[in-house]
């Protein structure tokens, strides 16, 4: 099954309210940048290579809406609507990377010596969005190739948060491991974590778990230790937000705290993320932003208050799993060793 | 300032719904131990020593209560009332070393050379059970006592569930040592975790905390290794549900992990908890009995579900820490080191 959590449609980007899963699977059409940005703050669309491909097209959608008549004027309207999109979420990297491909698609088509015509121009940069989206499909289905090996009969799989197709533009990273060994013929079980506050564990990971028919079992996050021990766990397969060029990966909360445990319980601990997860430009976990987000996440679950209204909250997006506590990092071109990875 | 979350009153058990906090202190009457039950059973009275005063008030209201003229009828009625309250959680000791406790006032009395009358009989009962409420809180106290000469100026203090006064008949376990070192000036810090499922941990221990003006922090269970790393906690405080011979002991489903990352952080990992909850028949924590309680509470928070209504899922209640990862467990009667700790 491929299940398209983000999709180019006359003109538009359609993509799945995630915030809605899993009582409601409600798609949302999207014609301007505004309610891109507004979907990627709130969560609607989440998962780091998913936010990269709605990025790129939402690039695409400014290009195509832009009514200047000047390539100048089409140019303030890319940098304005580059701004807004980047300001959205600090500490996924792939949203960097793909607006940073989809200016140098403006910039060198732009100042070929024969310049496009506006409409051509608009179509090379509609065209690169969808090429982000296409090998971000592909790169997912590497991962879950390479990964795959990893896999053994008999093995229960611990996994945090969505790094599934909803986090991709289809078949996901972490996930896709599962997917693929599942296709092979292997037997395994998987676990997965809740993940507090925005529960993107039992919301998203089990709800496509359950829909591709893997034997999957849900549990709080404060469960995992005493899972680890007393359900045989024998790998932890998590997926990425940013990875610096010595292997330390920012993932969502939780990820640093499951790497101890891994470590504590003699387990291996797998980073799978597509290449453009690596951020070369960064040396270390300690140079990789960490968003905050609001209070209120931890104080409201729906409409029931689950803490005093006024209580302090510390709510932390992501933490930073040191490259010592990765046995290995699962892209789409292989596994890397950990003592090996040198931002491959 | 002393809450009360249970009191006798005008021959009824009055106690507080925590399942309505942090939104509503409400107030239960309670003449009859079905009502009891279902309370305890539902969470609304909660935390190992607080169970352990309900039932035996529980006793005595059954006492109370009985409608028989003979000893023998009674104690029908009391052998009753004893199997429904023991039926209630399996996990917490003091439940069982309370009733114990009223069983053997029963029979001690009833064997008494000179029979007491029935009237005296029941006074009796009631006596016992209002001095195992009384004793509680002065047990809760000593804790407090004993475990505030731990904290020091500058400490920043990690804690899970709620080992408070709403755990207790008053004071509370863990939390006491806050109170009482902040009775003496000393200046702190506390990060609480939510703890899933029943976050207990935001809207019970963040509530007593902020009514107490401790200086008090929320996060989510995922967050504790971050926080422990980037925050600088300097040790790690919960209280106990069982605790056996050896010195494993049975908390909060949360608390095993938070051993592990303390060890990991080479920060020390202290247990609290009255003496009433060591169970001396309990060789190691392999032999103490761990709840599973409903999947339900997996699937939606208040009416928001979070996870597929078909999810399978894993929820223990419990989980145990060896004692190779305590430091030392606090009771009413000192600061015992692990490594001598045999079920003191």
């Known amino acids: 099954m491929l299940l398209e959590p983000i999709r180019w449609q006359k003109n538009r980007i ?8 899993p009582g409601r699977l409600k798609y949302i059409r999207c014609r301007d940048i505004d309610v891109l940005c507004e979907a990627i703050k709130k969560l609607k669309i989440r998962g780091a290579p998913l936010i990269g491909v709605a990025v790129a097209l939402g690039y695409a959608l400014a290009a195509l809406n832009s009514k200047s008549r000047t390539i100048k004027g089409m140019e303030n309207d890319l940098v304005r609507a580059s701004a807004r999109l980047k300001a959205t979420r600090p ?11 989809m200016d140098d698609t403006f910039f060198c088509k732009r100042e070929s010596p024969r310049p496009f015509a506006m409409t051509r121009l608009k179509k090379a940069i509609l065209k690169e969005a969808l ?35 909803l986090a991709t533009a289809g078949y996901g990273t972490a996930l896709s491991i599962f997917y693929e060994a599942k296709k092979q013929g292997k037997r395994f079980r998987v676990y997965a974590d809740e993940t507090r506050p925005l529960m993107q564990g039992s919301r998203l990971t089990m709800w496509e778990l359950m829909k591709n028919r893997i034997d999957a079992t849900l549990i709080c996050d404060d469960m995992s230790a005493a899972t680890i021990r007393d359900k045989g766990i024998t790998k932890i397969i998590v997926g990425a937000d940013r990875i610096a060029r010595n292997g330390d990966a920012a993932n969502k909360i939780g990820t640093y705290g499951l790497a101890v445990l891994a470590k504590y319980h003699g387990i291996p601990f797998y980073i799978a993320a597509p290449s453009s997860t690596i951020d070369r ?10 968003e905050e987000r ?15 209204s006024k209580a302090k909250v510390y709510n932390p997006a992501f933490d930073v799993t040191p490259a010592k506590l990765i046995t290995a990092i699962i892209t789409e071109s292989g596994v890397y060793d950990i003592k090996k990875f040198r931002g491959v």
């Not at 609001?294 to 005093?308: C, F, H, N």
């Open 91 to 101: 500490t996924a990297v792939n949203l960097f990377w793909a607006l940073k491909r």
């Open 14 to 21: 359609v993509f799945i309210d995630q915030t809605e899963l």
């Open 281 to 290: 430009n960064i040396a270390t976990g300690k140079d990789i932003p960490i």
């Open 131 to 165: 090429s982000i989206l296409k090998e971000d499909r592909e790169m997912c289905r590497a991962i879950g190739r390479n990964g795959s090996r990893l896999i053994k009969n008999g093995d229960i799989v611990l996994t945090h948060c969505n790094a599934g197709m």
């Open 294 to 308: 609001k209070r209120e996440e931890l104080i409201y679950v729906g409409s029931k208050q689950t803490a005093p």
